[in-house]
T-cell receptor, first 114, second 113 residues
């Protein structure tokens, strides 16, 4: 059973388009995240949700809008895609907020904007 | 803001040689986590260290948390081809719990068979 799953795995699209990435976790975790990993492998947090509530919103352009319909799902919608949005986007989850627990990452979505 | 740097950025070793990556935070950390990302894969949690000066071992991997809780290291003894990947340390942001991890810059390990 996949713990954290993401769809799609690959996404190739043109500048200006709008796209969505979906994430689901079956671990029963309370907290979910979106990370962006650039071509140099730097991993940066974008958003964090705890029980459907947004708790972290890093300085991300407002073209990026996360949505958590329930605590098992966290989606990411991106409007007006730009070349610089090309990266691997990872969803992750962790069991308990404000505790020292590991994060479980999904397989990633490789977004290529042309 | 908080910065977590790792050195070296890249390391190429012959199979069987040892490998060490060092992690340095600009702020004191309540704990530090280590992750491994295989090429084309996703980060996978390895371990968490909490106490000052803590040392933990996992088979050929030895993790250490500095006395001042601002640095950490990962040492691999007698590397194998399965060790290939990028190793990240990560620490919680000072004004958050673990809901906000700052990941280090990573050390990419390649093994020459």
């Amino acid at each position: 059973d996949t713990a954290v799953s993401q769809t799609p795995k690959y996404l190739v699209t043109q500048m200006g388009n709008d796209k969505s990435i979906k994430c689901e976790q079956n671990l029963g975790h309370d907290t979910m995240y979106w990370y962006k990993q650039d071509s140099k492998k730097f991993l940066k947090i974008m958003f964090s949700y705890n029980n459907k509530e947004l708790i972290i919103n890093e300085t991300v352009p407002n073209r990026f809008s996360p949505k958590s319909p329930d605590k098992a799902h966290l989606n990411l919608h991106i409007n007006s895609l730009e070349l610089g949005d090309s990266a691997v986007y990872f969803c992750a989850s962790s069991p308990i907020p404000r505790k020292s627990y590991e994060q479980y990452f999904g397989p990633g979505t490789r977004l290529t904007v042309t | 803001g908080q910065q977590v740097m790792q050195i070296p950025q890249y390391q190429h070793v012959q199979e069987g040689e040892d490998f060490t990556t060092y992690c340095n935070s600009s702020t004191t950390l309540s704990n530090i986590q280590w992750y491994k990302q295989r090429p084309g894969g996703h980060p996978v949690f390895l371990i968490q260290l909490v106490k000052s000066g803590e040392v933990k071992k996992q088979k050929r991997l030895t993790f250490q948390f500095g006395e001042a809780k601002k640095n950490s290291s990962l040492h691999i003894t007698a590397t194998q081809t399965t060790d290939v990947g990028t190793y990240f340390c990560a620490g919680p942001a000072s004004n958050f719990g673990n809901e906000k991890l700052t990941f280090g810059t990573g050390t990419r390990l390649t093994i020459i068979p």
